[in-house]
């Protein structure tokens, strides 16, 4: 395929608009994958399935007016957590399609605007037509206003029922121009994207600028001057198909025996040996907006979690801070930590809650490490009296002893669309955490809009659990970045020992509440011990809850009656077990779940 042959095109639409079902519908059109098969084929690994984010690339052949052309799906993540991932997949397309659901209309812009930065020919497409409710006209009317789109450029399709779908390929092909590289220069070649399979090993995703790859060429990565020998190159078709050789415009994979994803840094610029060639401008490093520590759950569990995070980061886990480009596209900061109740770990920033929780999934999943992450924590922002400020991560560092005049925290404005039905619970699960409604819209065909003003770090812990289950599954969520508002350190101390891995930062208004609730909680869950233990929380300098733990002598032989050894045995052994998988706060044993349900308990 002649670069004029080629075009590497994106979806980008709003969760649930469709990009999926239409993805599926293109590559049963081109043959690429049977009719009716697998559903949701791009949605490769099964928290993105459950979380609709994708972000998959595939090669398919399209013949258009006699000629056959090589179209490439530079498929992207939907959700905003993942704008930056978003433009540096739109690095490697000439154009994108612009989905939208014409029942609902364009709510999201963050990454249409994304789109038109990087200067993509657009071709819109307006989804679900087949809907009562969708009205394709006030929609069209909607982009021309946000984004100076014609709405005769808009195509009217149905994802679901086929209908106009024929017209997006040919829309693709004509209105998308083909990548301007030149066949006859050096090879220049743009890293986008890298992952590990189990049987391949190091999958290198590129996009071919100018020249030509060969299996068997060797080449070199220009950030690191590491030269590599092309092992095997070809096509995601979807599967990875050799072809032995990449031209100009081509979009594929490369397997260069690379041992470690650490080695792939994405948006890199790959050359020939010896023939450099000027590197593309290199990637803006994505922003952390959230914190949390990630722990083994067994002491001894370090070593395999540290194997996992390396794996699924593209970090130096022996903690080099650096920005770090993990595995298939998650942009993970991380650094060791080390705490005192659950010892060696790491501290990670990630885009947002949903991009922690993908990784927290994907970490079990993947890589069967069993993990603790601490309560999530967004970076705030502290005014002493003099006026000097101090950025926070971690509510460890939540000064102490010093006055403080004011603290700061960011805020979402977060949109729901749901059912109807479960508008009432989602409006109580909202205001639960600190938010504050924006807007009550009635969008047709039974559905609602609802916007609000939500502090970041209250859509942690369980709130996209609860969303999920006050709505049966059927409420969508999306936020993007609002202003700042005011906050405390709550310490949990167990016998007058703050314990670092439980303290959190609330607002100022609910520090009691919160403090009550979590030593409530800690005192039910928590095995007596041989003397009375104390449990406290405090925050601002005050102790605002208190409990306490009875004093008892557990005997575990208590319920054997007579010689029964091997029962014995048994149950002495199970304490052992038990014994291994506590953490000792103090002079207190702590088990582990303890700290697992407390997390939990937001
Ligand atoms: P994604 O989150 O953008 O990948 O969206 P999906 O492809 O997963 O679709 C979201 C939901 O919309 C699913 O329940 C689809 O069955 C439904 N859907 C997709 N396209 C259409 C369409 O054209 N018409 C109707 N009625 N439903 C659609
Ligand atoms: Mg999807």
Avoid at 475 to 503: C, K, M, T, W
Avoid at 555 to 577: F, H, I, P, T, W
Wanted: with cysteine; net charge negative.
């Amino acid at each position: 395929f002649p670069p004029d042959r080629i075009r590497n095109f994106s979806i980008i639409a709003h969760v649930d608009h469709g990009k999926s079902t239409l993805a599926d519908r293109l590559l049963e059109a081109t043959g690429a994958i049977a009719a009716g098969g697998q559903a949701q084929y791009l949605d490769k690994l099964q928290v993105e399935r459950e979380r609709g984010i994708t972000a998959q690339t595939v090669s398919l052949v399209y013949r258009h007016l006699g000629a056959d052309y090589l179209l490439n799906l530079i498929d992207t993540p939907g959700h905003v957590d993942f704008s930056y991932e978003v433009s540096r997949s739109l690095a490697a397309c000439q154009g994108a399609l612009l989905l939208v659901d014409a029942s609902q209309g364009a709510q999201t812009v963050a990454n249409f605007f994304l789109a038109f930065e990087q200067d993509l020919a657009i071709v819109p497409v307006l989804n679900k037509i087949d809907m009562d409710s969708a009205e394709p006209q006030r929609v069209a009317q909607q982009l021309k206003d946000a984004f100076d789109i014609e709405p005769e450029e808009c195509l009217r399709v149905s994802a679901k029922t086929g209908l106009g779908l024929e017209a997006v390929l040919p829309a693709v092909v004509e209105r998308v121009p083909p990548p301007r590289g030149d066949p006859s220069a050096d090879l220049r070649m743009l890293l986008f994207d890298a992952y590990h399979d189990e049987y391949r090993g190091v999958v290198c995703l590129v996009e071919v600028l100018d020249g030509r790859v060969q299996k068997g060429d060797k080449i070199t990565a220009a950030s690191t001057g590491t030269h590599y020998e092309v092992n095997e190159v070809g096509l995601l078709a979807p599967e990875p198909q050799p072809t032995g050789e990449l031209l100009t415009g081509q979009v594929g994979y490369m397997l260069v025996g690379m041992k470690d994803t650490r080695s792939a840094r994405v948006g890199d610029t790959w050359h020939h040996q010896r023939m450099p060639v000027p590197a593309l401008p290199g990637f803006k490093s994505a922003k952390s907006m959230v914190f949390a520590g990630i722990f083994p759950l067994s002491a001894d569990g370090f070593e395999q979690l540290q194997a996992a995070m390396e794996r699924l980061t593209l970090n130096d886990a022996s903690g080099k801070p650096r920005a770090a480009w993990c595995l298939r596209s998650t942009a993970v900061a991380v650094r060791r930590e080390n705490s005192n109740a659950l010892g060696a770990g790491f501290r990670c920033g990630f885009l947002g809650l949903l991009h922690m929780d993908v990784f927290r999934q994907r970490l079990e999943q993947e890589h069967g490490a069993s993990v603790i992450v601490t309560a999530p924590t967004v970076p705030c922002r502290v005014v002493l009296p003099g006026g000097d400020t101090l950025e926070l991560q971690n509510p460890a560092e939540f000064p102490l002893n010093v006055k403080i005049a004011e603290v700061w925290e960011p805020t979402v404005a977060a949109t729901i669309v749901t059912p109807n039905d479960y508008v009432g619970s989602i409006m109580q699960l909202c205001q639960d955490r600190r938010g504050e409604m924006q807007e009550h819209a009635v969008l047709g065909a039974g559905r609602t809009l609802l916007k609000y003003h939500l502090p970041l770090a209250e859509l942690g812990g369980d709130y996209y659990d609860e969303l999920k289950s006050v709505s049966s599954g059927y409420a969508s969520f999306d936020y993007e970045e609002a202003e700042q508002a005011h906050l405390q350190r709550l310490d949990i101390l167990i016998n007058g020992e703050p314990v670092d891995a439980l303290a959190r930062v609330v607002h100022r208004d609910k520090a009691q509440v919160v403090g009550r609730r979590l030593c409530a909680k800690l005192r039910d869950l928590m095995d007596r011990q041989q003397f009375e233990v104390v449990l406290q929380a405090s925050a601002g300098g005050r102790i605002v809850a208190r409990e306490t733990l009875k004093a008892y002598r557990k005997n575990v032989l208590a319920k054997c009656y007579g010689g029964d050894v091997s029962r014995k045995r048994k149950l002495l052994e199970k304490q052992k077990e038990g014994k291994k998988r506590m953490r000792r706060v103090g002079s207190v044993d702590v088990p582990q779940e303890v700290f697992h349900e407390l997390m939990k308990a937001g």
